[in-house]
């Protein structure tokens, strides 16, 4: 059988026993914050069994695209040295939800692969957990396995968790024995030895693991299986040759075509030397990673899995140095890959001049540093063993890695090739040193951890989204937490695909909250509030959005669809999204190209914007009809986007439909003008237009006419900030921030003084015309205020984090001035915190510090009083001590409330006269709970 006959047959087989035949999801879980890659078969079925979703059918199977780099799943480092191992595999999986469990799924796996592929029955084991009688007789009775083949293993080998919370179960293995005469023992099963590999893993989710680590009985009973295609297909190939030969992932036709390519490349032949013939499997193994991602929406870059997918293919060149190749030949590779796959997996095709550009652009990036770098490297080496040593220095690693862009696991190959190793603890010292400098901190690993929690409060399930017909509404309180409210029902739009979220007012009789921001985890839409609500506060309020600023977002979410579908007009299908970002003041677009789109062009795309805005054509919004009636309507998809049975599309004409949970105007009209202010590049090869819609465009225009000199003076004002700010942190860090050293701000901007000022002799011009006839001397002005504003907050983030350390610094002296109390420490101070992030931040070093015992904080935040509390596991444990109600009771004296977990809570009042009384009565409310 050839790897399409055996895809295709288990296919068949599964919908013979009354399965429903899915498509793979995509290799890049989109909306799955917690995946980098799709990494197994039921990534897409994840919500089924924790219970939060369902699907029509209770049986369904699949070959599914997986890639595995990074976490426990890691197999880079194998994958060439070994025949079988990869960061790319298909997945062929069968699930059961609720229906057919462990009787069928034994019986069926055994009937394909010895009825059906005819694999020999000598030569196959089964595994099972060493509880699982039940699996065990199963084997025995279901199928004419040999008895003797059935083993049982322990939790490490034979059964299965999602997390250390969750659905779990016990899971029967099946291997196959692969030495030459098909003797191997039992000592082999599970050895991790090439003469005997797992092929199908058949999982029983029966259990729940709870927060207390115990397992808890499913009131539904699932199946899960995978199994690894490649293998299997190596598996038949060797069956051929009746094993005379060790079985190879690669001897297959899934990867001889890719292999016979390399080879004609680059003159070497397959099989006759182990240096080239590991270059060649590995290269024939990078290239799928890379085809699959790229066609299914990621990018090499910088940061996430971007950097993954760099990284592997730095490390495919690497691997092409050893086979003589010096000039790009992976995007070679593509159209091979392609021509073997695409019947399967048609998005490759679709795709393929737009994964050949990306490839082939940033294998010549990487060239013009690679030889250079592996100079560097020699040198760096030559200079070790000198010395004696066996060791690369931490700070040549990351030379290499920041300079010349090499991985670190890259230098690390490099390395062991010399039997040397890396200093890593010092690169990564050195790398989270720049990160200090140069990173923005982000708020998403707060903000969803945040709604994670409330939700473990059994009364949330979802939060109803009112908010594409209406802004203000009724709603219910559901639950409160670390100053965030989720309501049962609201007009509020939660954070996600590239729109920001909803501001506004949360009102009870004359009590105003206010909604600074809105995040949404799943279906729970949390609304982060600037004030402490507390327990006290009404059960039933108001919640009404902010008016303006939805419908500016609203604006610019319908003009990114407009731009979008511009683009492809102009530039090519081959343009998709990579990113956006739908604020009220502007929008941001990202987009695969892989050159600067020209004036001409972004003219063009202007102009085309700008007519489907005067043509008011109006929306229609098709909600929650099923996935595959949108995508035969030829809806686009958006990057970031999770895509369930049932999905939004929003349609203006024929001109724009996409997948799309957004918010949008009624018509185009409503969006008024439409001015790009920017594009430039975004990461290697891709793109970024910024643009302006509605009034924000009218001003745009205004202020590049008649404003010029008041700019001067607003640059001036950042200017005399940012020093105010490097002052500080001069004071502050001894002068060893760079940022505390002379910037000299102010020569670019005198030089710029200088310019005249544009003439406001536009007047009667078209708007268009006034455009291209504006000096570029503005633009060169907006983007020095721009700088500006970005060094400003640079300053004031490194700032902050000098006023952590200094306020860290003082916690060893709380800790010796601690209270004894019945054995552990007390700790209650005020302390000065710039606002709750860095409180909690100080709380936490306060408990890493303390030992046993309990610490409270409390800082005055914007006059009100800041509170966090600190308790020791031990304390936890032996004397049941909760922060979260020892902040309670604290929070009432100071007329408010909160809350958190067992080791750490916050809370926050309005009455900062009774802070130090509040203090006082921390020893009394311990001895209360005690």
């Given at each position: 059988?050839?790897?399409?006959?055996?895809?295709?047959?288990?296919?068949?087989?599964?919908?013979?026993?009354?399965?429903?035949?899915?498509?793979?999801?995509?290799?890049?879980?989109?909306?799955?914050?917690?995946?980098?890659?799709?990494?197994?078969?039921?990534?897409?079925?994840?919500?089924v069994?924790?219970?939060?979703?369902?699907?029509?059918?209770?049986?369904?199977?699949?070959?599914?695209?997986?890639i595995r780099?990074?976490?426990?799943?890691?197999?880079?480092?194998?994958?060439?040295?070994?025949?079988?191992?990869?960061?790319?595999?298909?997945?062929?999986?069968?699930?059961?939800?609720?229906?057919?469990y462990?009787?069928?799924?034994?019986?069926?796996?055994?009937?394909?692969?010895?009825?059906?592929?005819?694999?020999?029955?000598?030569?196959l084991?089964?595994?099972?957990?060493?509880?699982?009688?039940?699996?065990?007789?199963?084997?025995?009775s279901?199928?004419?396995?040999?008895?003797?083949?059935?083993?049982?293993?322990?939790?490490?080998?034979?059964?299965?968790?999602?997390?250390?919370?969750?659905?779990?179960?016990?899971?029967?293995?099946?291997?196959?024995?692969?030495?030459?005469?098909?003797?191997?023992?039992a000592?082999?099963?599970?050895?991790?030895?090439?003469?005997?590999?797992?092929?199908?893993?058949?999982?029983?989710?029966?259990?729940?693991?709870?927060?207390?680590?115990?397992?808890?009985?499913?009131?539904?009973?699932?199946?899960?299986?995978?199994?690894?295609?490649?293998?299997?297909?190596?598996?038949?190939?060797?069956?051929?040759?009746?094993?005379?030969?060790?079985?190879?992932?690669?001897?297959?036709?899934?990867?001889?075509?890719?292999?016979?390519?390399?080879?004609?490349?680059?003159?070497?032949?397959?099989?006759?030397?182990?240096e080239?013939?590991?270059?060649?499997?590995?290269?024939?193994?990078?290239?799928?990673?890379?085809?699959?991602?790229?066609?299914?929406?990621?990018?090499?870059?910088?940061?996430?899995?971007?950097?993954?997918?760099?990284?592997?293919?730095?490390?495919?060149?690497?691997?092409?140095?050893?086979?003589?190749?010096?000039?790009?030949?992976?995007?070679?590779?593509?159209?091979?890959?392609v021509?073997?796959?695409?019947?399967?997996?048609?998005?490759i095709?679709?795709?393929?001049?737009?994964?050949?550009?990306?490839?082939?652009?940033?294998?010549?990036?990487?060239?013009?540093?690679?030889?250079?770098?592996?100079?560097i490297?020699?040198?760096?080496?030559k200079?070790?063993?000198?010395?004696?040593?066996?060791?690369?220095?931490?700070?040549?690693?990351?030379?290499?890695?920041?300079?010349?862009?090499?991985?670190?696991?890259?230098?690390?190959?490099?390395?062991?090739?010399?039997?040397?190793?890396?200093?890593?603890?010092?690169?990564?010292?050195?790398m989270?040193?720049?990160?200090?400098?140069?990173?923005?901190?982000?708020?998403?690993?707060?903000?969803?951890?945040?709604?994670?929690?409330?939700?473990k409060?059994?009364t949330i399930?979802?939060?109803?989204?009112?908010?594409?017909?209406?802004?203000?509404?009724?709603?219910?309180?559901k639950?409160?937490?670390?100053g965030?409210?989720?309501?049962?029902?609201?007009?509020?739009?939660?954070?996600?695909?590239?729109?920001?979220?909803?501001?506004?007012?949360l009102?009870?009789k004359?009590?105003?909250?206010?909604?600074i921001?809105?995040?949404?985890?799943?279906?729970?839409?949390?609304?982060?509030?600037?004030?402490?609500?507390g327990?006290?506060?009404?059960?039933?309020?108001?919640?009404?959005?902010?008016?303006?600023?939805r419908?500016?977002?609203?604006?610019?979410h319908?003009?990114?669809?407009?731009?979008?579908?511009?683009?492809?007009?102009?530039?090519?299908?081959?343009?998709?999204?990579?990113?956006?970002l739908?604020?009220?003041?502007?929008?941001?677009?990202?987009?695969?190209?892989?050159?600067?789109?020209?004036?001409?062009?972004?003219?063009a795309?202007?102009?085309?914007?700008n007519?489907?805005?005067?043509?008011?054509?109006?929306?229609?919004?098709?909600?929650?009809?099923?996935?595959?009636?949108?995508?035969?309507?030829?809806?686009l998809?958006?990057?970031?986007?999770?895509?369930?049975?049932?999905?939004?599309?929003?349609?203006?004409?024929?001109?724009?439909?996409?997948?799309?949970?957004?918010?949008?105007v009624?018509?185009?009209?409503?969006?008024?003008?439409?001015?790009?202010?920017?594009?430039?590049?975004?990461?290697s090869?891709?793109?970024?237009?910024?643009?302006?819609?509605?009034?924000?465009?009218?001003?745009?225009?205004?202020?590049?006419?008649?404003?010029?000199?008041?700019?001067?003076?607003?640059?001036?004002?950042?200017?005399?900030?940012?020093?105010?700010?490097?002052?500080?942190?001069?004071?502050?860090?001894?002068?060893?921030?760079?940022?505390?050293?002379?910037?000299?701000?102010?020569?670019?901007?005198r030089?710029?003084?200088?310019i005249?000022?544009?003439?406001?002799?536009?007047?009667?011009?078209?708007?268009?015309?006034?455009?291209?006839?504006?000096?570029?001397?503005?633009?060169r002005?907006?983007?020095?205020i721009?700088?500006?504003?970005?060094?400003?907050?640079?300053?004031?983030k490194?700032?902050?984090?000098?006023?952590?350390?200094?306020?860290?610094?003082d916690?060893?002296?709380?800790?010796?001035?601690?209270?004894?109390?019945?054995?552990?420490?007390?700790?209650?101070?005020?302390?000065?915190?710039?606002?709750?992030?860095?409180?909690?931040s100080?709380?936490d070093?306060?408990?890493?510090?303390?030992?046993?015992?309990?610490?409270?904080?409390?800082?005055?935040?914007?006059?009100?009083?800041?509170?966090?509390?600190?308790?020791?596991?031990?304390?936890?444990?032996?004397?049941?001590?909760?922060?979260?109600?020892?902040?309670?009771?604290?929070?009432?004296?100071?007329?408010?409330?909160?809350?958190?977990?067992?080791?750490l809570?916050?809370?926050?009042?309005?009455?900062?006269?009774?802070?130090?009384?509040?203090l006082?009565?921390?020893?009394?409310?311990?001895?209360?709970?005690?």
């Amino acid at each position: 059988m050839t790897s399409r006959e055996i895809r295709q047959s288990f296919l068949d087989f599964f919908a013979s026993k009354q399965h429903r035949i899915v498509p793979s999801a995509p290799v890049i879980p989109h909306g799955d914050p917690t995946l980098l890659f799709t990494n197994a078969g039921m990534n897409q079925f994840k919500e089924v069994f924790l219970g939060t979703g369902k699907r029509d059918y209770t049986r369904v199977a699949d070959t599914q695209k997986c890639i595995r780099v990074s976490g426990k799943h890691n197999d880079l480092e194998e994958v060439g040295r070994d025949t079988y191992h990869h960061t790319f595999f298909e997945m062929l999986g069968n699930w059961s939800f609720g229906d057919y469990y462990k009787k069928e799924a034994i019986a069926w796996a055994w009937e394909l692969l010895t009825g059906v592929w005819k694999l020999p029955k000598e030569r196959l084991w089964a595994t099972v957990y060493r509880t699982d009688d039940e699996a065990f007789e199963l084997w025995k009775s279901v199928t004419d396995i040999n008895p003797s083949h059935i083993l049982k293993f322990g939790e490490k080998d034979n059964f299965w968790e999602m997390g250390e919370t969750g659905p779990c179960g016990p899971c029967s293995e099946i291997h196959m024995d692969l030495t030459m005469n098909g003797d191997a023992t039992a000592s082999l099963v599970n050895a991790g030895t090439p003469q005997m590999i797992e092929i199908w893993n058949l999982v029983f989710i029966q259990n729940n693991r709870n927060a207390k680590g115990e397992l808890e009985n499913l009131p539904l009973k699932h199946v899960d299986t995978g199994m690894g295609f490649e293998r299997v297909c190596g598996i038949m190939e060797a069956m051929k040759q009746n094993f005379k030969r060790p079985p190879s992932n690669y001897d297959s036709d899934v990867f001889t075509p890719l292999i016979k390519k390399i080879s004609e490349i680059s003159g070497k032949p397959y099989g006759g030397n182990d240096e080239a013939d590991v270059a060649m499997r590995v290269v024939a193994d990078h290239i799928r990673a890379l085809t699959f991602a790229i066609a299914d929406g990621a990018t090499p870059s910088n940061e996430g899995r971007g950097y993954v997918l760099r990284r592997i293919l730095r490390r495919a060149t690497r691997f092409g140095r050893n086979l003589g190749l010096h000039e790009p030949f992976l995007f070679r590779l593509v159209d091979v890959l392609v021509q073997a796959m695409s019947k399967a997996f048609p998005e490759i095709k679709e795709n393929q001049q737009l994964i050949e550009r990306i490839v082939k652009g940033e294998e010549e990036g990487f060239n013009q540093t690679l030889d250079r770098g592996l100079e560097i490297f020699e040198g760096a080496v030559k200079k070790a063993v000198s010395a004696g040593l066996k060791v690369l220095g931490g700070d040549d690693a990351f030379k290499l890695y920041d300079t010349f862009g090499f991985p670190l696991d890259l230098t690390q190959l490099l390395c062991s090739e010399r039997g040397m190793t890396v200093d890593v603890s010092t690169f990564n010292q050195l790398m989270g040193e720049q990160k200090d400098r140069s990173r923005e901190s982000g708020r998403l690993a707060g903000i969803p951890s945040i709604l994670k929690f409330m939700q473990k409060d059994s009364t949330i399930q979802s939060s109803e989204f009112l908010g594409y017909d209406e802004l203000e509404t009724k709603a219910l309180i559901k639950s409160l937490a670390e100053g965030f409210v989720v309501l049962d029902k609201t007009p509020f739009y939660g954070e996600s695909g590239g729109q920001v979220g909803d501001t506004g007012e949360l009102v009870y009789k004359d009590r105003i909250i206010h909604v600074i921001d809105t995040q949404r985890d799943g279906k729970v839409i949390g609304h982060r509030v600037a004030e402490v609500v507390g327990e006290a506060f009404a059960r039933v309020v108001t919640a009404k959005v902010n008016k303006p600023r939805r419908l500016s977002i609203m604006r610019n979410h319908t003009a990114t669809h407009l731009v979008h579908a511009a683009l492809r007009k102009v530039l090519g299908t081959h343009v998709h999204q990579a990113g956006s970002l739908v604020a009220p003041e502007h929008l941001r677009f990202d987009f695969a190209h892989f050159s600067k789109v020209s004036e001409q062009e972004l003219a063009a795309i202007e102009n085309i914007v700008n007519e489907k805005i005067k043509e008011n054509i109006q929306l229609q919004h098709h909600r929650n009809i099923p996935f595959a009636t949108a995508q035969k309507m030829g809806a686009l998809m958006f990057f970031g986007d999770k895509y369930g049975d049932t999905v939004n599309v929003v349609e203006f004409s024929e001109f724009s439909k996409e997948f799309c949970g957004g918010t949008h105007v009624k018509n185009t009209g409503e969006i008024g003008f439409f001015k790009i202010r920017s594009e430039a590049s975004s990461a290697s090869g891709v793109r970024r237009i910024e643009a302006i819609t509605s009034d924000y465009a009218v001003e745009y225009l205004k202020i590049q006419n008649t404003t010029y000199r008041e700019r001067i003076e607003l640059a001036y004002q950042l200017i005399d900030e940012i020093q105010a700010v490097q002052k500080e942190i001069l004071r502050l860090s001894n002068s060893s921030s760079p940022l505390a050293q002379e910037l000299n701000l102010d020569i670019e901007l005198r030089k710029l003084e200088q310019i005249p000022e544009t003439p406001v002799a536009i007047v009667t011009q078209k708007l268009s015309q006034a455009f291209s006839d504006i000096h570029r001397n503005f633009r060169r002005l907006e983007d020095y205020i721009l700088m500006l504003s970005e060094k400003k907050k640079s300053f004031e983030k490194e700032l902050a984090k000098f006023n952590l350390k200094s306020a860290a610094s003082d916690i060893d002296a709380l800790i010796r001035n601690a209270t004894p109390v019945n054995g552990f420490k007390l700790v209650a101070s005020k302390i000065d915190a710039t606002d709750m992030e860095a409180l909690k931040s100080i709380g936490d070093t306060l408990r890493a510090k303390i030992g046993s015992g309990v610490g409270v904080l409390a800082s005055i935040i914007d006059d009100k009083v800041a509170l966090v509390c600190v308790v020791s596991d031990d304390l936890i444990k032996s004397k049941n001590i909760q922060a979260g109600k020892i902040v309670g009771a604290i929070a009432k004296i100071v007329g408010g409330g909160g809350g958190g977990k067992a080791h750490l809570a916050t809370a926050g009042g309005k009455d900062v006269g009774k802070l130090d009384e509040a203090l006082t009565s921390v020893a009394a409310i311990i001895h209360g709970m005690i």
